[in-house]
Structure formats: C-alpha cells, structure tokens
C-alpha cells in the first residue's frame, strides 16, 4: 500500500478554502450520528475508509467536511482519491487516479480527471462493504466493464445520519 496513513488526518488532511473540515482529529463512533455532531456525516465516511482499508484498497488522501459553492447550498462531502500511479489502481483504465465522491446532495460518485460519473443503483447511504466492492471493480476494470451491485441496501446507521443531516441543514447558516 501507498496510502499515507490509516485515519483521514494521516490520510493528508481534510477541508481546505471555505471548508469546515476534521483538521481538530475528532473522530466520532460509527454508531454516533447524532444532532450533536458538528459534521454528522463522519461516522459513515469512517465507516467506508474502513470497509475500503479491509478491502485492502487504502486511499491515498481521505477529505471530509462542508463546502458551498458561490450561490449554492452547504453540502457535507467526503472525497476520496487514489493518485495516478497508485499499485492498486489498473493504470490504463486511471492514468489519472482514482476519486471517489459522496455528498449528501448527490450520494456516491467517482471522477477520472474531468469525467464524472455516478455510482448506478447504489444508495446515497449504502453500506461500506457495496461502496468497497464497487471501487475494486473499478480499480481493476475502469470504466470500461459495468458494475452491477450484488445487493442493495443501507448502511445499518442510516437512519439515524439521515436524522442527523436533517437537523445540520436545519440549521442552516448557523453551522
């Protein structure tokens, strides 16, 4: 493995320009997505990086936090990113590494330099073990070979980051 480290900090960091991110280290429980939370989307991006590290796919760079686009909504994220060259990644089907995105606007998308494609068929919360499978296909085949999801579903915390991220846009410009 290439990657930098095993947490998102080690991982390079997390959030830059008008970002709020998980630079303090806070890591809150898989099982914790409450209102508390500040970023309540951390214990799934946790719960992936995970899944992918056992999957033996350890991203280079892990960054989560919020951003917003001029004129746009706040949008909590997770972006993970396999640079080019990385010895997991077929380097005919990446040459420019491999990234892997989830907004809670968007759910789960992967980028190939200006290409940007959505994951088909998969949940904005699906469970870590599906978003792994998914990125080891695409890290052997490309593009180029569908995915198809051997089974659909949500991550076991769903509801409660659903409640979670219910109560964070709630607040609106207060976070």
């Not at 309540?40 to 280079?60: I, Q, R």
């Not at 994220?77 to 990446?94: I, N, Q």
């Amino acid at each position: 493995m290439t990657a930098r480290g095993s947490s998102p900090q080690d991982a390079g960091g997390v959030g830059w320009g008008d970002e709020e991110g998980t630079r303090d280290g806070s890591q809150p429980s898989a099982g914790g997505a409450t209102r508390a939370l500040t970023l309540p989307h951390l214990p799934y991006a946790d719960a992936v990086l995970a899944e992918l590290t056992l999957s033996g796919l350890e991203p280079d760079r892990v960054d989560a936090g919020v951003r917003r686009e001029p004129g746009g909504p706040r949008e909590l994220y997770v972006t993970t990113v396999w640079s080019p060259g990385h010895p997991d990644l077929d380097r005919a089907a990446w040459p420019d590494g491999l990234t892997l995105s989830w907004s809670h606007l968007t759910g789960w998308s992967t980028h190939d330099g200006d290409t940007v494609r959505a994951l088909a068929d998969v949940d904005a919360l699906a469970p870590p073990t599906l978003i792994a499978d998914a990125v080891l296909h695409l890290a052997v085949h490309g593009q180029g070979i569908p995915w198809l999801p051997p089974a659909g579903g949500r991550w076991e915390y769903a509801a409660d980051l659903d409640a979670a991220i219910d109560a964070f846009t709630e607040r609106g410009a207060d976070w």
